[in-house]
C-alpha cells in the first residue's frame, strides 16, 4: 500500500486561502467517500479536522474544508491564521479494513 | 475526561521485541476500535493495524504481518502492541487512536509512545 501523494509544503499570507491536495488511486481515495484530513503541530498528536472527504467534527472551525475529485481530495484553508501552521495529513479508507495515510504537508503562514 | 493514556518511552537494542500499552478512559472501551499509527522522527504517519478490543479481532497493515501483535485486556481498558524484530528503521512514535464504530477516521489519539531502537 503506497502512501497517498501531497505537496512537501504550502504557504499563504494570513486572511489567505491555501489548499492541499492528496492523490491517490482507486483502491483508496477514488474508491470511497471516506477521506480524512489531520492537523498535527510539533510534538503534538495529530487531530482531526475533516473527515467523511467534507464534513466537520464538532469544534473545528468552519474554515476548513474539503472535497473529493476523481482519486484526488483536497483541504482547503480559508481566512489562515497563525495557528493554522502545522502539518497536514490525509487519510483514506483502502478497502478491507484498511488505511493509508498521505505523505504530509507543511504548512507555513507568512 | 475521554483519554488515552500511553506507557512511557522505550529504548531496545536490535533483534529485540517492544510492548507498548494504551489506557483509554471516560467512554466504553469495548465500543470502539483500537488502532495502532507510528511517525519515524522526521517523517508521516504510517498506519499499522488495528484491534476490535470486543472480540479481540485484529487487522494488520500488510508491512507489519508476522512482526506486530495487538491485543487487549478489557478488565483494565487497555490495548497493547508488540512488536519483534526491531530494526533502527522502527524508531518512531508510535500513537494508539480510537475510531467511532459507524465512521472512518481517527477521533482521539494518545500522546505518542516514542520508542528508539539502538545498539
Known amino acids: 500500500q503506497s502512501a497517498l501523494t501531497q505537496p512537501r509544503s504550502v504557504s499563504g499570507s494570513p486572511g489567505q486561502s491555501v489548499t492541499i491536495s492528496c492523490t491517490g488511486t482507486s483502491s483508496d481515495v477514488g474508491g470511497y467517500n471516506y477521506v480524512s484530513w489531520y492537523q498535527q503541530h510539533p510534538g503534538k498528536a495529530p487531530k482531526v479536522r475533516i473527515y467523511?472527504?467534507?464534513k466537520r467534527p464538532s469544534g473545528v472551525p468552519d474554515r476548513f474544508s474539503g472535497s473529493k475529485s476523481g482519486n484526488t481530495a483536497s483541504l482547503t484553508i480559508s481566512g489562515l491564521q497563525a495557528e493554522d501552521e502545522a502539518d497536514y495529513y490525509c487519510?483514506?479508507?483502502?478497502?478491507?479494513?484498511?488505511?493509508?495515510f498521505g505523505t504530509g504537508t507543511k504548512v507555513t503562514v507568512l | 475526561q475521554v483519554q488515552l493514556v500511553q506507557s512511557g518511552a522505550e529504548v531496545k537494542k536490535p533483534g529485540a521485541s517492544v510492548k507498548v500499552s494504551c489506557k483509554a478512559s471516560g467512554y466504553s472501551f469495548t465500543g470502539y476500535y483500537m488502532h495502532w499509527v507510528r511517525q519515524a522522527p522526521g517523517q508521516g504517519l504510517e498506519w499499522m493495524g488495528w484491534?476490535?478490543?470486543?472480540?479481540?479481532?485484529?487487522n494488520y497493515a500488510q508491512k507489519f504481518q508476522g512482526r506486530v501483535t495487538m491485543t487487549r485486556d478489557t478488565s483494565i481498558s487497555t490495548a497493547y502492541m508488540e512488536l519483534s524484530r526491531l530494526r533502527s528503521d522502527d524508531t518512531a512514535v508510535y500513537y494508539c487512536?480510537?475510531?467511532?464504530?459507524?465512521?472512518?477516521?481517527?477521533?482521539?489519539w494518545g500522546r505518542g509512545t516514542l520508542v528508539t531502537v539502538s545498539s
Open positions: 467523511d472527504v467534507s
Open positions: 487519510c483514506s479508507y483502502a478497502g478491507s479494513y484498511t488505511f493509508v
Open positions: 487512536a480510537i475510531r467511532p464504530a459507524t465512521y472512518w477516521y481517527f477521533d482521539l
Open positions: 484491534i476490535n478490543p470486543n472480540s479481540g479481532g485484529t
